[in-house]
């Protein structure tokens, strides 16, 4: 299941703080926050995804995901190879090496790691 844009965002904010109180999370967003009924209604959808849970303390509820960001990132990536490349990862690495500009020496070090992962599956 896919966050929307703005779940995504407090997903990121929650990600980095790894758990937190309503405030904290409002604390968190760039100005113009957004209302405290937005951001409850982005965690209730979240929570019914199952991307985050709360423990109760009171009145107040404190906050942490479900989901590893490396997790969320890998499914998107992997989602988008397929959808945008034929499900082929080769394609998808022309294409991000063609139009991102990398640096000779971003080239490199993506060559570095690619010769990496080779010896590992040897």
């Known amino acids: 299941m896919n966050l929307s ?10 990600w980095k703080q790894e758990k937190a109180f309503m405030k904290d999370l409002i604390e968190a967003y760039p ?3 957004p209302a405290t009924t937005t951001v409850a ?8 995804k199952d991307f985050v849970d709360y423990v109760q303390y009171g009145r107040s509820r404190e906050y942490f ?4 960001k490396k997790d969320y990132f890998a499914r998107q990536v992997n989602g988008m190879i397929k959808n945008f490349f034929n499900d082929s990862a080769a394609q998808f690495a022309s294409f991000f090496t063609k139009e991102t500009d990398l640096s000779p020496q971003e080239l490199e070090d993506l060559k570095k790691l690619i010769d990496e992962r080779l010896k590992l599956k040897k």
């Open 5 to 14: 844009n703005a779940e995504e965002q407090l997903m990121q904010i929650l």
């Open 65 to 68: 995901p479900l989901v590893k």
């Open 31 to 33: 100005e113009p926050r």
């Open 41 to 48: 209604t982005l965690l209730k959808r979240m929570q019914d």
